[in-house]
């Protein structure tokens, strides 16, 4: 069920996430999860691009898993984004793709 993929994305898949961050990196910070991320779409072997301007930063991700999917990628980045207390300002969640944005500007 979507409650189940979300739970899955917040718990295991978040925590493994997050201890990849803190081992390549050692700080959790806005481009080090970019960069984490980036080489997890690249090992799954998911067509992506992330833009980073404006203080923005914008993924694109495809990945023909169906709505599920994106539900539970778009999740899990959302969880890694809310540990900096930053939240998706837009997603976009389709059958084999997602969008989803950040202001990644850090808040004074």
């Keep these: 069920s ?41 090992a799954s072997n998911f067509i992506n691009k992330v833009i980073q301007v404006d203080g923005k930063t914008e993924f694109r991700i495809q990945h023909n898993l169906g709505r599920k999917g994106s539900l539970y990628i778009g999740t899990l980045i959302s969880s890694l984004f809310a540990d900096l207390n930053i939240k998706s300002k837009e997603a976009l969640l389709k059958e084999h793709s997602l969008v989803i944005v950040f202001n990644s500007t850090s808040k004074k």
Excluded at 14 to 22: L, W
């Design 2 to 42: 979507d409650d189940e993929l979300v739970k899955a994305a917040k718990t295991s898949c978040y925590t493994g996430m997050r201890d990849a961050i803190s081992f390549i990196h050692g700080k959790n910070d806005v481009e080090s999860i970019v960069d984490v991320l980036k080489l997890w779409f690249s």
